[in-house]
């Protein structure tokens, strides 16, 4: 079975700058996909990134990219002028298509952004 | 706007009671799920449907039970609720090029 791990509960950072969100997953497969997503007080659920593994270049979706280490089973979130909106938690998941695409989740990082 | 929908939002169940919670989705997506969201935790996932017609166990299927009754539809229904299963709980489907569509979460409390 698939594991993921994001090691910071809470993170701040000042409007503007630059924050960094770990995440970390243990499989077998070769073959997957890594999503990160938002989740505001709203509880929406909201589709951040996504990573196909067989893909060696990061993910980047306007101020938001990804560092994937596949060897090192590691796929941080990096989030650029950082913006109040950003006040969030933020999941890191895991998907297997082999397996019914089922998203295997962490445990969430909750991000504050100041003004 | 098309996506997939939840009802109810929130509710408040006795313990003992049975309900179902509904969803539906309306872009044509294979794949439905459901998951719950516990307190400071991810969402595990209790049951889905790969297609019309199958639908197999997740992470924590016990008490729970799943209807796919056709493509657009995948329902969850609580038997007999206990207070270990409030919490919150999604539906989704799956978009092969673009992850997951989410509903907006119902919110369920047993007392």
């Known amino acids: 079975a698939q594991t993921v791990t994001q090691s910071q509960p809470e993170m701040s950072v000042q409007e503007a700058e630059t924050v960094t969100l770990s995440c970390t997953y243990d499989?077998?497969?070769?073959?997957?996909?890594l999503f990160w997503y938002k989740q505001p007080p709203s509880r929406q659920m909201i589709l951040v990134i996504r990573?196909?593994?067989?893909?060696?270049q990061n993910a980047t979706e306007n101020r938001f990219s990804v560092n994937f280490q596949k060897a090192a089973k590691s796929f941080s979130l990096k989030i650029s002028d950082s913006q109040l909106g950003d006040t969030a938690m933020y999941f890191c998941?895991?998907?297997?298509?082999?397996?019914?695409?089922?998203?295997?989740f962490g445990g969430g990082t909750r991000l504050m952004v100041k003004p | 706007n098309a996506g997939v929908t939840q009802t109810p939002k929130f509710q408040v169940l006795k313990t003992g009671q049975s309900m179902t919670l509904q969803c539906a989705q309306d872009?044509?997506?294979?794949?439905m799920y459901w998951y719950r969201q516990d307190p400071g935790m991810g969402l595990r996932l209790i049951y889905y449907?790969?297609?019309?017609?199958?639908?197999d166990k997740g992470e924590v299927p016990n008490g729970y039970n799943v209807s796919r009754l056709n493509k657009r539809e995948f329902s969850l229904r609580l038997e007999s609720a206990a207070p270990s299963q409030t919490s919150v709980y999604f539906c989704?489907?799956?978009?092969?090029?673009?992850?997951?569509?989410f509903g907006s979460g119902t919110r369920l409390t047993v007392v």
């Open positions: 998941a895991f998907m297997d298509n082999n397996a019914g695409n089922m998203l295997t």
């Open positions: 499989t077998s497969e070769n073959n997957y996909y």
């Open positions: 990573q196909e593994a067989y893909k060696q």
């Open positions: 872009m044509n997506h294979n794949s």
């Open positions: 449907s790969a297609s019309e017609g199958t639908t």
């Open positions: 989704a489907s799956n978009n092969p090029l673009g992850g997951y569509t």
